[in-house]
C-alpha cells in the first residue's frame, strides 16, 4: 500500500475514532448525576478531552510509514 493511500484511509479512520470517542464519552457525561461538582468532573473531561490523541498517534505513525 502506497503512503498516499494509507493517508487517505487515516483521515477517514481518524475522523471515525474521534466521532465514536466523543459519542461514548458523551454517553458517560450524560449519566452523571447533574449536580457534581466541577472538581470531580475535571479528571473526567481531562481524560474524555485529551484521549482521542492516543488511537490518532498510532494512525498517523501507520500513515507516516513510507513506502516499501
Known amino acids: 500500500m502506497t ?5 487517505l484511509i487515516g483521515v477517514f479512520l ?3 475514532s474521534i466521532i465514536a470517542w466523543l459519542s461514548i464519552f458523551t454517553s458517560v457525561y450524560l ?7 466541577i472538581w ?3 479528571p473526567y473531561f481531562i481524560v474524555a478531552g485529551m484521549g482521542w490523541l492516543y488511537p490518532a498517534m498510532a494512525i498517523i ?3 507516516a510509514k ?3
Open 14 to 16: 481518524i475522523l471515525g
Open 3 to 7: 503512503q498516499r493511500n494509507r493517508k
Open 40 to 42: 470531580i468532573l475535571m
Open 31 to 37: 449519566a452523571f448525576p447533574p449536580d457534581l461538582p
Open 66 to 68: 513510507p513506502d516499501a
Open 61 to 63: 505513525r501507520w500513515m
